[in-house]
């Protein structure tokens, strides 16, 4: 199977470096003030919840993090594969400037779940309950990523080697989006993906969608400086980027 | 709101995520960032130098 001749053209690194040095800063900018008015909107203006009073201000930070850890566990998976299919090396870059940003938002996402656990369940974590669990796996499979990553001194079999694991670990992510669905959690349903109207009043939702936009702004911004950086140890020995170095002096 | 804003009820939990999450977008931003001037800075020491032996130069993490 072949890639279409516009995705070859925007996987060469130094239209990829340029284009995504142009965009970075808008995506940050952007995705910053959106998360500004986000949390302004959720701590300040939404109503509090007639069972969790104002406890339940932690989602407008607990699921964009969620949010983000799933996606950008896609991204860095979807990088693998066509890295390992296609041996296409900016996928490669791509995924490995995921994995940390991910990492991060994995971290946030069960940190500030035990944080909302422990008014509302009584509890910091539970075992038992499979959504935790199972993105306690992730945040495992983000780590092995980098730690594999990072251990093997040819960067090709890094490559191949992580990326293998990034797609095996794809498997989790249904199991984290069903696991409230399928087995009997502490964790509640979902609330807004769902297809019927979200259970959620508009004075509560709308802090919560910008929110969502501006970290997922703010993490491609992010994902992009990562990826710039990747790309210049990757092609480090091109004319290009010599070039690109000393006028960024 | 009064309660809220003055860490009345639970809300000691709610800032605690408001600081977490605040902390971990900055420290994304400026290690992102931090790593990419690092890198440029390498590359234009590597071109200074232009090291002879081009496989002795190491540039992972």
Not at chain 1, 18 to 23: F, G, L, Q, S, V
Not at chain 1, 91 to 96: D, H, L
Not at chain 1, 213 to 236: H, P, Q
Not at chain 2, 15 to 28: H, K, R
Request: glycine share 8%; proline share 5%; net charge positive.
């Amino acid at each position: 199977m072949r890639l279409p001749n516009w995705l070859h053209k925007f996987a060469s690194p130094p239209h990829f470096y340029r284009i995504a040095a142009r965009i970075e800063p808008w995506m940050l900018w952007s995705g910053l003030a959106a998360i500004a008015v986000g949390a302004f909107g959720g701590l300040l203006l939404a109503p509090p919840d007639y069972q969790q009073g104002d406890a339940y201000r932690i989602i407008y930070f607990h699921v964009p993090a969620a949010y983000l850890a799933m996606q950008l566990y896609a991204l860095m998976a979807i990088g693998s594969a066509i890295g390992l299919i296609w041996r296409m090396k900016l996928a490669y870059a791509i995924a490995a400037a995921a994995a940390p940003v991910g990492l991060a938002f994995t971290g946030l996402a069960l940190a500030t779940g035990m944080l909302w656990g422990k008014p509302m369940w009584g509890a910091y974590w539970s075992w038992g309950d499979a959504r935790l669990t199972s993105v306690l796996v992730m945040f495992f499979l983000y780590l092995g990523y980098m730690l594999l990553h990072a251990s093997l001194e040819e960067r090709s079999t890094a490559d191949r080697a992580a990326g293998i694991l990034a797609v095996v670990g794809v498997v989790n992510l249904p199991i984290i989006k069903f696991s409230v669905e399928w087995w009997s959690s502490l964790h509640q349903g979902p609330t807004i993906s769902r297809l019927a109207a979200p259970a959620i009043t508009w004075d509560m939702l709308w802090p919560l969608l910008v929110m969502v936009a501006g970290s997922v702004l703010f993490s491609m911004a992010v994902t992009l400086t990562r990826a710039r950086a990747e790309v210049l140890l990757r092609e480090r020995s091109a004319r290009w980027v010599r070039d690109a170095a000393e006028a960024c002096a | 709101m009064r309660e809220f804003l003055a860490m009345g009820g639970y809300a000691a939990f709610v800032w605690s995520c408001v600081g977490l999450s605040f902390a971990v977008f900055a420290g994304l931003m400026l290690t992102a960032r931090r790593r990419l001037r690092s890198v440029r800075g390498r590359i234009r020491i590597r071109q200074r130098n232009a090291a002879p032996d081009e496989g002795s130069w190491e540039l992972r993490a």
